[in-house]
């Protein structure tokens, strides 16, 4: 059985033109994306979004603007789901409650997600996984 996989995920720039990586450990492999995550039934995409900067940055975002949705299919990595993610430019609200990290999956230890922040101007696809995370770095680069 197939089914639909909706993901919202926040673009989070800093004064220095840098966007925040989440670098992961999750079903036996290592992943960076941008923060963000899956819906949950009865909720809508802001909703998530803020819900998932809460979790995983312990901070309140804004929502600028619609930046870009999956416009093409993609499986998900971790089961028989099609991925549908959506982006936004999002803006932190209350103080970003991470340690930003200096290289990729420096975990503290019983974690396993970081933070780190790339330059946008040095940003490359394959500093992301995932394929739909790979064509948003292409078009930050276009538009930053």
Known sequence: MSYFNVRVYGLLLNKNNEV?????FEVGRHFTKFPGGGLEL???????L?????EECQTEIEVVSHFYTTDFYEKSSFNDSQVISIYYLVKAVSTLNIIPKEKAFDFETGLFQSFRWKSI????????????????????????
């Open 20 to 24: 925040l990586l989440s670098d992961e």
């Open 42 to 48: 009865g909720e809508g995409l802001i909703d998530a």
């Open 50 to 54: 803020k819900r998932e900067f809460i």
């Open 121 to 144: 101007s040095t940003l490359q696809t394959e500093d992301v996984t995932f394929k739909t995370d790979q064509v948003v770095v292409e078009l930050l680069k276009q538009k930053f």
